[in-house]
């Protein structure tokens, strides 16, 4: 047996090509230790650039933060922080941390109460969006259950109060960026800086080429508007890509196309692979939110291939909205409120849409001639 493993570790130094006893010459020049305390200086030197505004009043409902700025390379990363007590001590308790780490591309929000932090949230609506040397604009809306954050006009997370919460602030402040400024204001709607929503088209049938003037690029997580809902007898067509390690996503029809204030939803279409992504199907949830959530209807019904290209349709039916994905229904709600209400639509998740219209639905699954 030891001659075994002696011929094997031979084999393995041979195809590797790798000498006993030396160190390739880059290993030996690159000095770890000193790349290491780089680092640290450069977080402590991105706690000493900060800029702290002081609230002349309290946060409430509807107060919105602009916070503008631009990354530098010798600063790895910035922050932005919601407190009360002492600003310049680093002591005091801080109630929304929104900390950008730029080397590890994603954001960490967390809350800090005598001096322990509490658990870190990285999840978000959208990709990373922030790079070195690009200037960007950060909006926070204070609601009253969360703070909503936007860059550069397009929602990017939200955060769930926690003790002590933001209207017991008393600055605001931003660290690690060394042009920074703050502006702090109310608003009626956020994000205040996004642009104009996309308008559904329509379409003769579902078959139909789409037109010229339709959009040629659909965001994820995207908010579009239906200038006339969903008429009557008319579906509307979602064609788009599934993310290969899908999780989870949403379709909903509201009454505005706009994260806040929220939006009723008529219907809420939610697909749930999560842990139970090995099944054959995955869970469908319907629901609808008036100022709360309803009585929810759950099937597991959809069989999706994650990855892959998947047509959903949602028809306006006689009482209530029906479900399809790839022509096999996967769920009905009942109306409960009148359709004739929905004037956007709304995506979150796992589903990245090609192409959105209306066109007249038949009698499902049977398409136009």
């Given at each position: 047996m030891p001659s075994e493993v002696s011929c094997c570790m031979n084999c393995m130094k041979m195809d590797l090509d790798v000498q006993e006893g030396t160190i390739p010459r880059d290993f030996i020049e690159y000095d770890f230790a000193e790349d290491a305390?780089?680092?640290?200086?450069?977080?402590?030197?991105?706690?000493?650039?900060?800029?702290?505004?002081?609230?002349?009043?309290?946060?409430?409902?509807?107060?919105?933060?602009?916070?503008?700025?631009?990354?530098?390379?010798?600063?790895?990363?910035?922050?932005v922080n919601i407190g009360m007590g002492d600003p310049d001590s680093g002591r005091g308790d801080i109630a929304v941390h929104f900390?950008?780490?730029?080397?590890?591309?994603?954001?960490?929000?967390?809350?800090?109460?005598?001096?322990?932090?509490?658990?870190?949230?990285?999840?978000?609506?959208?990709?990373?969006?922030?790079?070195?040397?690009?200037?960007?604009?950060?909006?926070?809306?204070?609601?009253?259950k969360q703070t909503l954050w936007a860059v550069d006009g397009e929602h990017y997370c939200s955060y769930a109060h926690r003790q002590p919460n933001p209207f017991a602030a008393t600055w605001v402040q931003v660290a690690g960026v060394r042009n920074a400024t703050l502006n702090i204001n109310k608003t009626d709607i956020y994000p205040v800086m996004a642009p104009p929503?996309?308008?559904?088209?329509?379409?003769?049938?579902?078959?139909?080429?789409?037109?010229?003037?339709?959009?040629?690029?659909?965001?994820?997580?995207?908010?579009?508007?239906?200038?006339?809902?969903v008429p009557e007898g008319h579906q509307l067509v979602i064609h788009g890509r599934l993310r290969p390690l899908l999780h989870s996503f949403a379709i909903e029809l509201t009454d505005g196309a706009r994260e806040w204030p929220a939006p009723n939803v008529h219907l809420h279409v939610n697909v749930r692979a999560q842990i139970d992504s090995q099944l054959e199907r995955q869970l469908v949830v319907?629901?609808?939110?008036?100022?709360?959530?309803?009585?929810?209807?759950?099937?597991?019904?959809?069989?999706?291939?994650?990855?892959t290209q998947t047509t959903f349709r949602i028809i306006r039916a006689a009482?209530?909205?029906?479900?399809?994905?790839?022509?096999?229904?996967?769920?009905?709600?009942?109306?409960?409120?009148?359709?004739?209400?929905v004037t956007a639509l709304r995506?979150?998740?796992?589903?990245?849409?090609?192409?959105?219209?209306l066109c007249p639905a038949t009698n499902s699954p049977v398409r136009e001639e």
């Open positions: 305390l780089d680092f640290e200086t450069q977080l402590a030197e991105a706690r000493d650039v900060k800029f702290t505004q002081v609230l002349s009043e309290p946060l409430s409902l509807g107060s919105h933060i602009v916070c503008t700025g631009t990354p530098s390379d010798d600063l790895p990363w910035f922050a900390n950008v780490r730029l080397p590890q591309w994603y954001v960490v929000r967390n809350t800090r109460r005598h001096d322990k932090w509490g658990t870190e949230e990285t999840t978000a609506f959208r990709l990373f969006p922030f790079k070195m040397d690009r200037p960007f604009t950060i909006e926070v809306l204070v609601d009253e929503p996309i308008e559904v088209p329509l379409r003769a049938f579902i078959d139909a080429i789409p037109e010229s003037s339709e959009p040629i690029y659909w965001r994820p997580n995207a908010l579009a508007t239906l200038s006339n809902g319907l629901n609808a939110w008036y100022g709360a959530w309803g009585p929810e209807r759950r099937q597991r019904t959809a069989r999706l291939v994650p990855g009482g209530e909205w029906a479900v399809y994905a790839d022509d096999s229904m996967i769920g009905e709600l009942d109306y409960r409120a009148s359709p004739d209400g995506f979150r998740g796992d589903l990245y849409p090609e192409q959105v219209f």
